[in-house]
């Protein structure tokens, strides 16, 4: 609408439009012309995460991530460990165009030390809109995992942080999407400023820390699910 920021609408309807599940990719298919302009689609059979439920992303990546933070060296090898099960690929040069995107994935997530490593519920969260679930099972994985104290509740700062993740991994894995939006913000600008609006939408205080169903309808609102 010309305001600099995206709606959870504008967003969702976008997503909805471009990602869903199947839509352009036979996983079926022996090989995959793989274009410097990759998709969703592309990046969800590159990496197999159309073979692997949203719990076995849980639990693979928190194998590699004992203390929460996921580290590059661990966080590789538990992808290609899913490539390698997913079996979608048949060729070397799939295998490293599949390494390659999961790294650029990771070095979207990484801040100013990369020693530091990539924080397991924002990393696992984001990669998850790759996986072949509705959204609304995205959401509510994403809900549990940063719901760590089990209250039921989270903070705008966590919806920030899923909407962030969320971002990065669309914009590694979708260049067009940045480019429509013709935008000059960063994954995590462009998160705050689209939590920010809807906290505003519904009259809520930043403060304010808010229930699954809440969480649920910011993300999900325009979708129609």
Request: net charge negative.
């Amino acid at each position: 609408d010309g305001d600099g920021l995206i709606s959870l609408a504008e967003f969702t309807a976008w997503y909805t439009s471009a990602g869903s599940p199947g839509a352009g990719v036979d996983p079926n298919e022996g090989a995959l012309e793989v274009t410097p302009d990759i998709d969703m689609n592309q990046a969800r059979w590159l990496l197999n995460l159309d073979k692997f439920s949203l719990g076995e992303l849980l639990d693979t990546l928190v194998e590699a991530a004992p203390e929460g933070v996921l580290a590059k060296t661990a966080f590789m090898q538990a992808m290609l460990n899913l490539i390698r099960l997913g079996g979608n690929l048949t060729e070397n040069s799939q295998l490293n165009r599949a390494l390659e995107l999961a790294e650029e994935i990771y070095d979207e997530f990484v801040g100013f030390d990369e020693d530091v490593g990539v924080d397991f519920a924002n990393l696992t969260s984001g990669l998850s809109v790759l996986c072949t679930a509705n959204m609304a099972a995205k959401v509510s994985f994403a809900f549990t995992i940063y719901d760590v104290d089990g209250d039921g509740l989270v903070s705008f700062e966590e919806l920030v942080e899923y909407l962030a993740s969320v971002f990065k991994v669309l914009f590694v894995t979708s260049p067009e999407l940045r480019s429509q939006m013709d935008l000059d913000m960063s994954p995590d600008e462009l998160a705050h400023s689209t939590a920010s609006q809807a906290f505003a939408e519904a009259g809520l205080n930043l403060r304010t820390r808010i229930g699954k169903a809440e969480f649920s309808s910011f993300v999900e609102k325009g979708l129609g699910v």
